[in-house]
C-alpha cells in the first residue's frame, strides 16, 4: 500500500468543475513536485489534501490510518484534527505579525498542549504543572526548528524585521512544528526574488535529505528537474502526466507537457 493515496478526488465550485475525478499516490520518503498552468487545479488539488477546501467525491488515506471521506460530514474539530496530518506551508508565508519568529512557532505548539492537557487533567495545580513543562518543551522544540532552517539567530525579530525568504523559512519551521505525516507547497518562492529562491529550496532539499515526504506545488522548473523524485503535470482538472524528472522533461508523451515544459 502506498504512504499517501488519493481515489476520485473532485471538486467543483457552483457549476465549475475544477478537479475531475483525481487518482494519485506517493510513497514515504518521496518528493513529488505539482507543475502545471494558471487555472489547471494544481492548488485546489493542494487545498482539498489540506483540509482548506472540501472535496465534494473522493477519499484520502495515509498509511498510519489516517481516512477521509468527502461523502462524510466532519465537525471542525474533526477538520482541524486532519490538517495536522498534511502540513501546509503557503506562498504569502502567513504569519502572525504580532509574534517574533520563535512565538510563531511556539505558540501553536503551546495552543495544541493546552487543548490535551485540559482535555485529561481537571482543574488544579496538576493541570497548571503540566501547562508549564509544556511550555518550556515546546519553547525548545519551537528553537530547534529554527535551528533547522538556519534562523537561530532570528528568534527575537518580528516578520517585518526578516526578509522573505527567512519569512518562509520560518513558516517551514512552524509547519514542521505539528510533526505532520506529509508537507505540503504551495508555490513557496513565488512571492520571493531569484537571491531569496535558493535560501528557500535550498531548506526544502535539506528536508528531503532527512527523508521528509513533500508534495510541492512549484513554477521553479529547475527544482522539479533536480530535487523531485516524480514530476506531476495538472492540466484542465486532471493529472495529465507523470513520471520522473527525466521523463517528464527530457521525453513528455502528452502534446499539453511538451508545450508546457518548452
Known sequence: MAFLEIKGLKKQFGNTKVLHGIDFSMEKGEVVAVIGSSGGGKTTFLRCLNFLEMANEGTISIEDGFYFDAGKVYSPAEIRDMRLKLGMVFQSFNLFPQYNALENVYIP??????EKIKASIPFGKARREAINAAQIENKAKAMDLLVDVGLSDKAENYPCQLSGGQQ???AIARALAQEPSILCFDEPTSALDPELTGEVLRVI???????????????????????????IFFADGVIEE????????GNPKSPKTAAFVK
Open 109 to 114: 505548539l503551546q495552543l495544541r498542549s493546552k
Open 168 to 170: 518562509q523559512r520560518v
Open 205 to 231: 532539499k535539506e528536508l528531503k535529505d532527512k527523508g521528509r515526504t513533500m508534495l510541492v506545488v512549484t513554477h521553479e522548473m529547475e527544482f522539479a528537474r533536480n530535487v523531485a523524485d516524480r514530476v
Open 242 to 249: 507523470q513520471g520522473t524528472p527525466e521523463e517528464v522533461f
